[in-house]
């Protein structure tokens, strides 16, 4: 398997600009993860989906971000409008089972520049 | 909330030598624990995990202790390689949850 694969790898943008990441998780797993790193803040788990159901979306930041998995094999998340603060590394990830949560295999990530 | 901490931020070492990485952890009832490694422009890898009812557990030329005592947990890098050269992080995870809190990690220097 290729792995997790996340579209784009960089992506700089203005201010007021949408913004939509993808994400293809490894056939076979049932969780996604969308995660974002900075230096501040580290690693912020911001939504995670179980057999394409958004689960728990509490560290979504507010209503600009939003995120879809229409079926098992692609995920988005999107931002509108972005904003400079939004800028980070946005990581997806996914993952098997329930009892293997803790495991998770990370995509290469998207770096966020928002001018 | 969970609270997930390292000690230091970075580490250097000599290649050839042991590294030790640290982390606390601040939920009793964290009961798994993982050890992510993070190279430049990459997302974290898995390298090894342990479970509560552990103390120890050994991969190829790591080691993870755990001290559920002291809520403190590390990560033992053998005969440490430029390769080995990353940041790395802890995750906690507690019964019922199975979402890791990561630590901000440590970066990993190995000077050759």
């Known amino acids: 398997d290729a792995g997790v694969i996340q579209s784009p790898r960089h992506e700089v943008t203005e201010m007021g600009q949408e913004v939509t990441l993808r994400c293809k998780p490894i056939s076979g797993h049932d969780y996604l993860f969308w995660y974002r790193q900075t230096m501040m803040r580290g690693l912020e788990l911001l939504i995670y989906f179980n057999n394409n159901v958004p689960i728990d979306d509490s560290g979504m930041p507010e209503d600009r971000f939003s995120a879809k998995m229409p079926n098992a094999s692609f995920s988005t998340l999107k931002i509108q409008p972005s904003e400079p603060r939004d800028s980070a590394v946005y990581f997806c990830?996914?993952?098997?089972?329930?009892?293997?949560?803790?495991?998770?295999?990370f995509g290469a990530g998207t770096r966020l520049s928002v001018l | 909330g969970e609270s997930v901490g390292l000690h230091l931020p970075t580490l250097s070492v000599q290649e050839g030598d042991n590294s030790i990485i640290n982390c606390a952890y601040s939920n009793s009832a964290s009961d798994y624990f993982i050890w992510y490694k993070q190279e430049s422009g990459k997302g974290p890898q898995f390298i090894i995990d342990?479970?509560?009812?552990?103390d120890k557990r050994q991969g190829q030329r790591v080691t993870v202790l755990l001290n559920k005592t002291v809520k403190h947990l590390s990560l033992q890098i053998a005969a440490t390689q430029p390769g080995d050269s990353a940041v790395y992080f802890c995750?906690?995870?507690?019964?019922?949850?199975?979402?890791?809190?990561f630590g901000r990690g440590t970066s990993l220097i190995v000077h050759p």
């Open positions: 990830a996914s993952s098997r089972m329930r009892s293997d949560l803790g495991i998770q295999y």
């Open positions: 995750a906690a995870l507690k019964g019922g949850s199975y979402i890791p809190t």
């Open positions: 342990i479970r509560s009812n552990m």
